[in-house]
């Protein structure tokens, strides 16, 4: 009980965890937007050297039923352009972000001015209308420094972008609640080997457990007499196979009598108070015979007594005796 109660808290924690991860994920991803049309553009990083690939990043927000144009960006003298990316477009919040990059490169140092971007829109009451950016300053510089030495010092380590932190974050809330469950299946599994590898009761116990609640059961006052005599010949069988590990309860009375007994050392008259009460239970059973109340109570008795005369009993010495 007490591993359970600690494995329910364990579980209680992460789900506030992954909750709070994502509600923390969901305020910081959500873009400022105002609406209804906002434009933002920026280069990947402040400088570059030559021949590094500079890469514009164009994103624009808008709301739902605006269709926008993207724009082509022709770039300054001595700046080409070297691709463009696949445009992106996303939907979350309400907002519809679109995405796209333009990669450039250049070969000569010095600053770069890119003109102001115009993009075309239209509002979803069909008008047409126009955002423009402002310029843009691209700063480059060449791979030798002041004294034009052949030996530039490293690029300083770029630092992780703070949402990054979001995705670390919720890796390791992903993470967390999978060794839950791991630790779960684990101790369950335990507790499960644990008490299959318990101790069963003996047969004669299960057996006299199961009369028992057969003999202040309800069947026989509600006419259900086939039913009564399925689940005492059911008893004794469940009793023999737990009691000489035979698969008594998968062979039919006529395969049982023919083989089983053969095996079970039984004497004579065990052979014989077995056979008959099987032999009878099945004219109840399948024969529909309707036997007289003195007859149930002597098959009940008959059961009984089977399991009393072939149970197995300690004595002093520790060993086991058949009676």
């Not at 927000?61 to 001595?78: A, C, D, F, N």
């Not at 463009?84 to 919040?93: E, I």
């Not at 995405?99 to 070969?107: D, G």
């Not at 069963?200 to 007499?225: F, K």
Request: no cysteine; glycine share 4%; aromatic share 10%.
């Amino acid at each position: 009980m007490r591993l359970s109660k600690k494995l329910g808290i364990m579980g209680i924690v992460i789900i506030v965890l992954a909750v709070i991860g994502v509600g923390i994920w969901y305020i910081q991803t959500k873009p400022e937007f105002t609406g209804p049309v906002e434009i933002n553009i920026d280069f990947s990083q402040d400088i570059y050297h030559i021949g590094d690939q500079m890469i514009l990043n164009l994103t624009v927000l808008t709301e739902p039923g605006y269709s926008i144009q993207l724009p082509e960006i022709v770039p300054p003298e001595k700046v080409e352009q070297v691709m463009v990316g696949d445009a992106q477009v996303n939907k979350r919040w309400g907002i519809v972000q679109h995405t796209i990059s333009y990669h450039f490169t250049t070969f000569e140092p010095g600053e770069y001015i890119f003109p102001e971007i115009s993009i075309p829109y239209t509002t979803p009451d069909g008008e047409k209308a126009e955002w423009k950016t402002e310029p843009s300053i691209l700063l480059v510089e060449s791979l030798l420094n002041s004294q034009d030495s052949d030996i530039r010092d490293l690029k300083p380590l770029a630092e992780v972008p703070s949402d990054y932190m979001l995705y670390y974050l919720l890796v390791g809330l992903i993470m967390l609640i999978v060794i839950g469950v791991l630790i779960w299946h684990y101790f369950k599994k335990r507790q499960h080997n644990v008490e299959t590898l318990s101790t069963p009761l003996p047969a004669h116990v299960v057996a006299y457990q199961r009369l028992a609640a057969l003999e202040t059961s309800d069947l026989l006052e509600e006419g259900q007499i086939d039913k009564y005599f399925t689940i005492l010949s059911e008893i004794v069988r469940e009793y023999i196979e737990n009691r000489y590990t035979v698969k008594a309860r998968e062979m039919t009375t006529q395969e049982f009598l023919e083989q089983a007994l053969l095996r079970l050392k039984l004497s004579q008259q065990h052979q014989e108070l077995l056979k008959d009460f099987l032999q009878h239970a099945d004219l109840v059973k399948y024969a529909r015979h309707i036997p007289e109340y003195e007859q149930i109570h002597q098959a009940f008795i008959k059961a009984r007594n089977f399991v009393d005369e072939t149970k197995i009993v300690e004595i002093e010495e520790g060993g086991e005796e058949v009676v």
